[in-house]
């Protein structure tokens, strides 16, 4: 975890998994680098609210692999984030409980399902594409922590990667452009606030 910036109520807080993604941010705001996969990104951003101030909301940037056509190489601001490596059902038929239901942002926008694995097998992505359209490592945590602490979030992700064979390849190379769109997207974003 790494925190660079003052958190203020009156601005956004910038929330990214690697360096590597924040690469073109242009240092204005306060931007707090998580670690890869679901723990890190909790535990990260949970650390930050409540050490306070808060900030007046948490966007998330990053990187997303596609789970069906037609959504590479866009930027897609995430409707509804849910936990693909969670077992959400059989935890209820022990428990009598829901754990890690789906959370909605928006009314509008692409499903992401984020889980500690990174989609490159054909199956896992074919299985995944029928409940989601993007597939990542953090969103859902970050939108989990944010929620309780009354910060809201925006998810905004870039397409990386078709998450299937070769994922890891196709998101070494494209990290970087990616990180210019979504610079690009934020600095758009702010100056339409």
């Not at 601001?77 to 959400?88: A, E, F, P």
């Not at 610079?183 to 606030?193: P, S, V």
Request: charged letters at 20%; one cysteine or more.
């Amino acid at each position: 975890m790494q925190l660079t910036g003052t958190v203020t109520p009156d601005r956004p807080l910038l929330v990214l998994a690697v360096a590597e993604e924040a690469a073109y941010l242009d240092g204005e705001l306060p931007v707090l680098l998580t670690g890869m996969g679901k723990v890190n990104a909790a535990l990260a951003l949970a650390t930050v609210l409540a050490a306070g101030p808060r900030p007046s909301e948490v966007i998330n940037l990053g990187t997303a692999g596609a789970l069906r056509p037609g959504l590479a190489g866009r930027t897609h601001v995430i409707g509804t984030v849910l936990q693909h490596d969670l077992d959400d059902r059989v935890l209820a038929l022990l428990t009598g409980h829901s754990y890690g239901d789906p959370i909605t942002l928006a009314a509008d926008g692409p499903t992401l399902a984020t889980g500690d694995l990174f989609v490159s097998d054909p199956v896992a992505r074919e299985q995944l594409a029928a409940r989601a359209h993007l597939v990542d490592m953090e969103g859902y945590a970050l939108a989990a922590a944010a929620q309780p602490a009354g910060v809201p979030i925006r998810l905004v992700k870039h397409v990386s990667d078709e998450a299937g064979e070769g994922a890891a390849k196709a998101w070494r190379e494209s990290v970087d452009d990616c990180a210019k769109v979504l610079a690009a997207w934020l600095a758009e974003d702010r100056a339409t606030a």
